[in-house]
Nanobody
């Protein structure tokens, strides 16, 4: 099992930037894919971005492509989400998640992600 702890959320005005971090511990050697998801009030949890073990491959939701960037730290046990040009519709609780499935260049299947963080709130005001 992998333990995940997010940080870096907060409040920002539209057009601003934030960087989220996720620290992973535990059996990280079995983690192939990591991802960021988000859930707005009254909506289902949706994927934001995924990244493979080495950090060489990424995949983004259309809604964040060109504005968000997912990356992994050099030790491979830290995940980042750099968010820029934020919009009010980006307001949500953001979760990092880990999967032992191999990365694919397609929208991830949430049930493949067996480990989740507690979430961090991002609020974008207009």
């Amino acid at each position: 099992q992998v333990q995940l702890v997010e940080s870096g959320g907060g409040s920002v005005q539209a057009g601003g930037s934030l960087t989220l971090s996720c620290a992973a511990s535990g059996r990280t050697f079995r983690t192939y894919t990591m991802g960021w998801f988000r859930q707005a009030p009254g909506k289902e949890r949706e994927f934001v971005a995924t990244i493979n073990w080495s950090g060489s491959n990424t995949y983004y939701a259309d809604s964040v492509k060109g504005r968000f960037s997912i990356s992994r730290g050099s030790a491979k046990n830290t995940l980042y989400l750099q968010m820029s040009s934020l919009k009010p519709e980006d307001t949500a609780v953001y979760y990092c998640a880990a999967s032992s499935e191999e990365w694919r260049p397609s929208p991830p299947i949430k049930v493949d992600f067996g480990s989740w963080g507690q979430g961090t709130q991002v609020t974008v005001s207009s």
